[in-house]
């Protein structure tokens, strides 16, 4: 069973960056893909992108490339989301997951961390 942890979250100003991580325990497959969503109160929960393990290949959501990027290091089994001009509409909790392909539909995953909060003010 594989455990994620996120963390990295917290409080920045609109324009700023944050970087995420998301470590991870248990046995990691080469072929799965470990992936980022987002939630905001009252909304869906949005995929954002992901990264396949073994081969570091990455896939983003329209809504975030160009200013999100995903990266891992294999050896220390961490995930990393690092997120550049932000918008106060980025604000959300941010959860890693990780399954066996891409797909927007959460319910694809089967391990899910416990999120971390992105606050970003105007």
């Known amino acids: 069973q594989v455990q994620l942890a996120e963390s990295g979250g917290g409080l920045v100003q609109a324009g700023g960056s944050l970087r995420l991580s998301c470590a991870a325990s248990g046995r990691l497959y080469s072929s799965h893909v470990s992936v980022w969503f987002r939630q905001a109160p009252g909304k869906e929960r949005e995929f954002l992108g992901g990264?396949?393990?073994?081969?570091?290949?990455?896939y983003y959501a329209d809504s975030v490339k160009g200013r999100f990027t995903i990266s891992r290091d294999r050896a220390g089994n961490t995930v990393y989301l690092q997120m550049n001009s932000l918008k106060p509409e980025d604000a959300a909790l941010y959860y890693c997951a990780r399954g066996s392909d891409y797909s927007g539909t959460p319910a694809s995953y089967q391990n899910w961390g416990q999120g971390t909060q992105v606050t970003v003010s105007s």
């Open positions: 990264i396949r393990w073994g081969y570091g290949t990455t």
